[in-house]
C-alpha cells in the first residue's frame, strides 16, 4: 500500500467500534506498548482521568500490578519483546488481561482479545490502537466520530497548509520542535516519532507549562536557535496556558507556529492534531525526495536483536 | 552564593532525614511539581513502584484524587503558580495533603509539612524535594548515604570528566542529546534541563528502549546528525537494553558517549549520575563564558505573568 493511502485510513479508524468487556471491579490501569502503540496509551492517560493510569514502554512492570489491576498489552505485529515481556509478567500477577494486536505471541497470549486490521505499517494504526481504549473507558457517540471522519476527509483532499510548513522546516535545514499543551502533550511527542519516522528527520518534543521551568532559558540566547524551527499546540482551553505562550514567544522573541486545532469536542480536536502532524511528516520526506514507509534501519535493528 | 558552591550542596542533601508520617492507609500517590520540583517526582516514580504514582505538571489534578490519595505538593519557593492550583484541587477532594517547601503560599496551606533551607536556587535543591520522599516511602540506610555522600564529594574535588565533556560540546558546537534507561530515564531529563537552565543551550533527553521504536529512523541518516553529540546512560542493569545501546550505535554508526554510574546501590547510583550533569552543565557554562546562575529570563517570565 502506498504510504499515502496508510495515512488515510486513519479516518476509518475513529469509527472502530470494538471495546473490551470489564466484569469485576479494578484499581487501577497499566498500558504497555512501544512507539505507536506506547502514544496510544500515553493519550488515553492524558484524556481519562478517572482511575490511575500507568503506561509503561520498557521491558518489566511496576511492583503495584496485581489482580484488582486492568493490564493492557498492545502492539501492532504482535511480536514486540518489550510488551511480550510486560504482558508475561502481568498475566503472573493475575492482573486482568486484555490485549491489542493483529496477531503473532500476544495474540495466543492469556487474555481478551481485540484484533485489528493487519497490512499497515505500525505508526499508521495508532487509531486501531487507541480506540478500544476510549471505547471501553470512555465512549463516544456516533455523532462525534462522524465530525471526526469529515474532519480528517477534509484533510485528506486539502492538506497544502501542512506542504507549506515541510517546505518551511526542508528550506531552512531546521530541526523541528514541538510544544504540546495538555491534554494534547502525548500528540506533539507523536509528531515528533513521525517525523523521525516518516521524514528521518531528528525532532524534539515538550509540553507548557513545564518547559517554562527550563527549555525557556535557553530560547533568549542565540545558541543555535536558528538552527531550529519551533511549533506550539495553540488549544486556548487553559488561560493561564495561552498567556504562557504568548508571553514566551515574547520575551524570547521566538517565533512559534501556532496550531490551532478544529473541531468541537475533545475527540475531534486529538484527531485533527494527530493528522495535522501525519501530513507534515509525510510532506517533508517529500520535500526530502525520501520514502516516507520506510524504517527499514528499525527493521534492521529488530533483526540484530532477535539473533543475539 | 557562588553556584559552584550550590552544587556542592547536593552531598549534604543526601543526608537530610525530614520524612511524612502516614497515618492511614492509601490506595495512590500524587505528586505536583514543576521544574526540578517535579523531576524529584518523576525519579521517584521511577524508583517507587508499589502504587500508582503520578506525577503533575500542570495546573490540575486527575479525576481519580479522593481521601485514598496521598498528595504531595513540592515547590522550592511556595508560590509556584501551576502548584498552588493542583494542591488547593487536592485539598477539595480531601487527598493526604504532604507538603514540601522553603515557604511562600504553599507553607500556609493546610497539609503536613516538611520545611527545607532557603537560599539555594530551586533547581539545586533537587536532594531536598528527593529525600523525604524516600524516607518515608522507601527508606535507605546511613551507610547507603555516607558512601553517596563520599562518592559526590569525591567528583566535587575532581570533575575533569564533565569538564572535557563540556569542551566537546563547546569547541564542536554541538546540541546534546541524552539517552536514558531505566531506572534513571528521569535523569537524562533532568541533564536536559541543568543544560537549558545554567549552560542555556537547547538539549533534548529520550530513553532506551522506546527509543529505538522512533528516534532510531534519524539516526542512520545525516540529516544535521553532525550538530548533536549524544550521550547515553550505560548503567548494564538490563542486559537487553545494554544489548540495544551497542547495536543502536553500531547500525546507524552514531558514537553514543557512555556514561556508567558508579556506586553500588540504585541511591548511589543515581545521585552519581545526577551530579555528573550538574557539573557537566556547570562547565559548559563557563566554557560558554556565562553565569551558570542567571535565569532571569524564567524570572522576567513570571514576573509578566503576576501582571496578568
Same mark, same amino acid.
Given at each position: ?7 488515510r485510513k ?19 490501569i497499566?498500558?504497555a ?7 496510544a496509551?500515553?493519550i488515553? *492517560?492524558e484524556?481519562?482521568?478517572? /482511575?490511575?493510569? &500507568?503506561?509503561?514502554? $520498557? ?8 489482580? =484488582?489491576t486492568?493490564?493492557?498489552?498492545m %502492539?501492532?505485529s504482535g #511480536?514486540?519483546?518489550?510488551?511480550? %515481556?510486560a504482558?508475561?509478567?502481568a498475566?503472573?500477577?493475575?492482573a486482568?488481561i486484555?490485549?491489542?494486536t493483529?496477531?503473532?505471541k500476544? !495474540?495466543?497470549?492469556e487474555?481478551? /482479545?481485540i ?6 505499517q ?17 465512549? *463516544? ?6 465530525? &471526526?471522519?469529515?474532519?480528517?476527509e477534509?484533510?485528506d %483532499? $486539502? #492538506?497544502?497548509n501542512?506542504?507549506e510548513?515541510a ?11 514541538i510544544?504540546g ?9 507523536r509528531? /515528533?516519532?513521525?517525523?523521525?519516522e516518516? !521524514? /528521518?528527520?531528528?525532532?524534539y +518534543? %515538550?509540553?507548557?507549562?513545564?518547559? #517554562?521551568? #527550563? $527549555? &525557556?532559558?535557553?530560547?533568549r540566547?542565540?545558541?543555535r536557535?536558528?538552527?531550529?524551527i519551533?511549533? &506550539?499546540f495553540y488549544? *486556548?482551553?487553559?488561560?493561564r ?7 514566551t514567544s ?10 490551532k486545532?478544529?473541531g468541537? !469536542?475533545l475527540?475531534? =480536536?486529538l ?6 502532524? $501525519? ?16 524504517? +527499514?534501519?528499525?527493521? =534492521? ?5 532477535? *539473533?543475539?
Open positions: 500500500m502506498e504510504f499515502i493511502d496508510e495515512l486513519l479516518k476509518e479508524q475513529v469509527k472502530f467500534s470494538a471495546r473490551f468487556e470489564l466484569d469485576k471491579d479494578y484499581d487501577n497499566v498500558i506498548g512501544m512507539g505507536g502503540s506506547g502514544i496509551g500515553k488515553f *492517560q484524556i481519562y482521568t478517572k /482511575k490511575p493510569v &500507568t503506561v509503561i514502554d $520498557d521491558y518489566h512492570i511496576p511492583e503495584f500490578v496485581n489482580e =484488582k486492568v493490564f493492557i498489552g %502492539s501492532y #511480536n514486540t519483546e518489550e510488551t511480550i %515481556s504482558t508475561n509478567e498475566i503472573k500477577k493475575g486482568m486484555l490485549l491489542v493483529t496477531g503473532g500476544l !495474540s495466543k497470549m487474555g481478551q /482479545k484484533a485489528i486490521p493487519a497490512g499497515l505500525p505508526r499508521s494504526s495508532l487509531g486501531y490502537m487507541l480506540l478500544p481504549l476510549i471505547n471501553t473507558f470512555m465512549p *463516544q457517540g456516533d455523532d462525534v466520530r462522524e465530525r &471526526t471522519y469529515k474532519a480528517l477534509k484533510m %483532499s $486539502d #492538506n497544502r501542512m506542504k510548513m517546505e518551511l522546516i526542508h528550506d531552512g535545514d531546521k530541526i523541528p520542535v510544544y499543551c495538555s491534554p494534547y502533550r502525548p500528540v506533539a511527542y509528531w /515528533k516519532t513521525q517525523l523521525n516518516n !521524514s /528521518k528527520v531528528l525532532a +518534543s %515538550s509540553y507548557f507549562p513545564e518547559l #517554562n521551568h #527550563n $527549555d &525557556t532559558a535557553p530560547l540566547d542565540t545558541y536557535k536558528q538552527e531550529f519551533f511549533f &506550539t488549544t *486556548q482551553s487553559e488561560p496556558v495561552t498567556k504562557r505562550i504568548d508571553v515574547d520575551l524570547t522573541d521566538t517565533k512559534f507556529i501556532r496550531i486545532p478544529e468541537e !469536542s475527540f475531534e =480536536k484527531f485533527y492534531l494527530i493528522h495535522y502532524g $501525519d501530513y507534515l511528516s509525510y510532506h517533508l520526506a517529500i520535500e526530502r525526495k525520501l520514502d516516507p514507509s520506510d524504517v +527499514s534501519i528499525i527493521e =534492521k535493528l529488530k533483526h540484530r536483536l532477535e *539473533q543475539n
